[in-house]
């Protein structure tokens, strides 16, 4: 079935290093894709998202970059904070399917 | 704060019990999106209204059903509980029914349900 998932489970980076994260998907209809980033104890958080007619969005310190042919795209935090220690969800739709599928996750560890 | 309100926060319940799990999307959106978190599966779809009307159907068990009230705010029924349902379950607002369209959901604090 589809599915949209992460490579990596964790990943630690040094406060002040750049941290990218990947997701890959499955269904080549999928058009239309959203980061989450979700904090302990709250609810997923819209960061960045991206339609299927580019390849590379910024956004403030985060840039999402998509690879329709390999079905594979990757957010990109500049400078990654304390304050980026959370864990991170990419999403994947088909436009006019109103359902979107979920990755189960990213936990980035940001280290002092 | 996304604006979206989740109640209650936390829920302790008996197997073979019914729940309601209630959401009030943000002022002025008229989607409201049901999501189950678990350890072990992520974020799960399980429906989607539009003003009062689904729109679509994910991964939801027969024994689960959801409503969009006139005054826009949604309740997830659970019913016959099972140990497996012991999950966060969130809830998302969005401005128009289409996701592609309007782009951004904006998700609440979440119920956490716990079964025993």
């Known amino acids: 079935g589809e599915s949209v998932g992460l490579h990596l489970p964790t990943l630690s980076v040094q406060e002040g290093d750049n941290s990218i994260i990947n997701c890959a998907y499955s269904?080549?209809?999928?058009?239309?894709f959203i980061w989450y980033k979700q904090e302990s104890g709250k609810g997923p958080q819209f960061i960045i998202d991206i339609r299927s007619n580019m390849d590379k969005r910024q956004g403030q310190r985060v840039t999402v970059l998509l690879n329709k042919t390999v079905k594979h795209l990757s957010l990109q935090i500049a400078a990654t904070q304390p304050g980026d220690s959370a864990v991170y969800f990419c999403?994947?739709?088909?436009?006019?399917?109103?359902?979107?599928?979920f990755g189960t996750g990213t936990r980035l560890k940001v280290l002092a | 704060d996304s604006g979206v309100t989740q109640t209650p926060k936390h829920l302790i319940t008996a197997t073979g019990q019914r729940v309601t799990l209630r959401c009030s999307p943000r002022?002025?959106?008229?989607?409201v999106y049901w999501y189950q978190q678990s350890l072990d599966q992520g974020l799960q779809f399980l429906i989607q209204?539009?003003?009062?009307?689904?729109?679509a159907k994910g991964n939801i068990l027969e024994r689960f059903s959801a409503q969009q009230f006139p005054d826009l705010h949604s309740e997830l029924n659970l019913s016959s509980l099972e140990l497996g349902d012991s999950a966060l379950y969130f809830c998302a607002s969005s401005a128009g029914g289409g996701l592609a369209a309007t782009g951004t959901q904006y998700f609440g604090p979440g119920t956490r349900l716990l079964v025993l």
């Open positions: 002022s002025g959106d008229l989607s």
């Open positions: 999403a994947g739709s088909v436009s006019g399917t109103y359902k979107y599928i």
């Open positions: 209204y539009y003003n009062g009307e689904e729109r």
């Open positions: 269904n080549s209809a999928s058009d239309y």
